[in-house]
């Protein structure tokens, strides 16, 4: 597969209990393609997880979908986030309650993946996560 022409997988995920979890069936298959090994293969997924679980919870959009893109390149996997929201200041800190048990989400994704960057507008979030393959067997 060139580098220049990474394969694509894009998904409408509508903005619903449990849908988060329609993507991480696509998100497994990708990364078993990309031979990924088990333990990455979780990891990407409870990233995914957290990422749309977010654009739910917080994006305040009006349009009730999020979409969700896979790129295969040639030693990464490119996921991404797109809400419709109001956007945020990806520069704050996130704000983690630990007596509530909430707040994790951006920690939690940037400690498994590679790289993880926002960008962020009043017309919606983009989330933008990579998993390079030699960190992971």
Do not use: W
């Amino acid at each position: 597969m060139s580098a220049n022409v990474p394969k694509r997988f894009e998904l409408e995920i509508p903005i619903a209990c449990d849908k988060e979890l329609e993507a991480t069936k696509v998100a497994e298959r990708v990364a078993q393609e990309m031979q990924f090994g088990p333990d990455c293969v979780a990891e990407i997924k409870l990233a995914l997880i957290e990422g749309i679980i977010n654009a739910f919870e917080h994006s305040g959009s009006a349009i009730q979908k999020v979409l969700v893109e896979f790129a295969i390149h040639d030693e990464e996997l490119e996921v991404v986030v797109q809400d419709f929201g109001q956007g945020f200041d990806a520069s704050s800190k996130p704000n983690v309650r630990p007596l509530q048990r909430r707040g994790y989400g951006r920690v939690l994704m940037e400690s498994l993946m590679d790289e993880v960057k926002y960008f962020t507008s009043p017309q919606g979030t983009r989330l933008v996560m990579k998993k390079r393959r030699p960190k992971c067997a």
